[in-house]
Nanobody
Framework: QVQLVESGGGLVQAGGSLRVSCAAS????????MGWIRQAPGKEREFVAA????????YYAVPVKGRFTISRDNAKNTVYLQMNSLKPEDTAVYYC?????????????????WGQGTQVTVSS
C-alpha cells in the first residue's frame, strides 16, 4: 500500500504558474503509475495527467495539454504537476493518485490510492 500527501496548492492569478507536489510513502514508489485528478466545485472528479512507473510515458487531458506537465522523481518518491498559463476554470482540488495496474491509468476509476487533495484557485 502507498500513502500520498499533496502540497503546493494556493491562489494564483490567471496566466500564472503553480507547481503541486505529491510525496509518497509505504510500498516502493516506482511500482506505481501515478496520476493527478481534479475536482471543481459541483463537478465530478476528472482526470488531468498520468505518468508511467519510469516516467518515460505521460498522458494529459485535452483541457490541460500544452499547459501542464507531469513528472516524477523516483529517488525522492515524489510526483509533480507543473501548471502554466492557468485559467479560472482550472480552479479545483487537485488529487494525487496511484495505480498498480500494468498500464497507465487515464480514468478516475482506475486509481486505487488517493491523497487528501490540495486546493488550487485561479483568479480572473
Amino acid at each position: 500500500q502507498v500513502q500520498l500527501v499533496e502540497s503546493g496548492g494556493g491562489l494564483v492569478q490567471a496566466g500564472g504558474s503553480l507547481r503541486v507536489s505529491c510525496a509518497a510513502s509505504g510500498r516502493t514508489f516506482s511500482y506505481y503509475n501515478m496520476g493527478w485528478i481534479r475536482q471543481a466545485p459541483g463537478k465530478e472528479r476528472e482526470f488531468v495527467a498520468a505518468i508511467s512507473r519510469s516516467g518515460s510515458m505521460t498522458y494529459y487531458a485535452v483541457p490541460v495539454k500544452g499547459r501542464f506537465t507531469i513528472s516524477r522523481d523516483n529517488a525522492k518518491n515524489t510526483v509533480y504537476l507543473q501548471m502554466n498559463s492557468l485559467k479560472p476554470e482550472d480552479t479545483a482540488v487537485y488529487y494525487c493518485a496511484a495505480s498498480g495496474r500494468g498500464v497507465v491509468a487515464t480514468t478516475v476509476g482506475e486509481y486505487a490510492y488517493w491523497g487528501q487533495g490540495t486546493q488550487v484557485t485561479v483568479s480572473s
